[in-house]
């Protein structure tokens, strides 16, 4: 496949990430189905991408809302992925839950040049890999979020990708959708969260320690150090549950104190505090 034959993709999941994975796909004029679970969570998936869009029209970023969601179809039933020449995969960080969608999407997806990539943060490309027919076939391609505004994207390929595969997805990554990538080796983490994950873990033991307010951690980050946003803010954007999930998929990778989380991120967790997506994490959201 050419990049110029690639106009049908698939996004899995279309919470935080997928939507986004599916705006950008849109935008960039392929034809978009998302899969949910549910009725509610694909009214909630729509509701989510027409406020993104709704932001980037206000900006001039693109010519209407309803000219780009045209492009998407919104549906519960995963056999809408069978005519995807690539799928992307934005569910929930569970490596559970992920083999078992890579299992039957490979059952399902008929074209068999078609790629099936995965957006995880942490869970290695391999294990999704092995369990298809297919495993030269499968990759990470790894957005940053907001998708419709960070620029990165980590392509990861495992052991057993093949080349083509990490050269289409390039193609795609940079000629289509504008974006740069990275490649990474198929180890949890990646390239960016290997490094990030770490400074947001600190900070929150900073925290937990009574050594400074969340505030002021922030505040410190911002103005001393010129970052656009705080550690703890930043986890917040990330969503704590899946801030925790990338701790414990680094840790167990390679079981370095630095990598493991802290108690009171999981409280936070246990207690519904996930960030922006909940309205209130470290910091309060409207
Ligand atoms: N949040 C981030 O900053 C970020 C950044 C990069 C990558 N990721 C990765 O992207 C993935 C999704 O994260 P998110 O933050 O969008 O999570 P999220 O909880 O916002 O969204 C997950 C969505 O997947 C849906 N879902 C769950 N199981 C499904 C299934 N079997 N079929 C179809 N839909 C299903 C849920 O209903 C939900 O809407 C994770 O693997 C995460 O590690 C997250």
Known sequence: MTHDELTRVGVVGGGLMGAG?????????????????????AAAAVDRLTKSLGRAAAKARVESVDAVMQHIDVVTDLTAMADRQLVIEA???????????????DEIVTDPTALLASNTSSI???KLGVVT?????????????????????ELVPSLLTA????????????????????VSQDRAGFIVNALLIPFVLSAIRMLE???ATAEDIDRGLVLGAAHPQGPLALADLIGLDTTKAVAESLYEEFKEPLYASPPLLARMV??????????????TYD
């Open 21 to 41: 994975v599916a705006e950008v796909c849109a935008r960039a004029g392929l034809d978009v189905v998302v899969v949910e679970t549910s009725a509610d969570s």
């Open 209 to 211: 320690s009574g050594f």
């Open 124 to 126: 290695p490309i391999m």
């Open 91 to 105: 569910i929930v960080e569970d490596e559970r839950a992920k083999v078992e969608l890579f299992r039957r999407l």
């Open 270 to 283: 246990d207690a519904g505090l996930l960030g922006r997506k909940s309205g209130r994490g470290f910091h």
């Open 163 to 182: 080349d083509e595969v990490t050269e289409q997805s390039r193609t795609f990554v940079q000629e289509m959708l504008g974006k740069h990538a990275i």
């Open 133 to 153: 027919s297919r495993p030269h076939q499968v990759l990470g391609i790894h957005f940053f979020n907001p998708v419709p505004v960070l620029p990165l994207v």
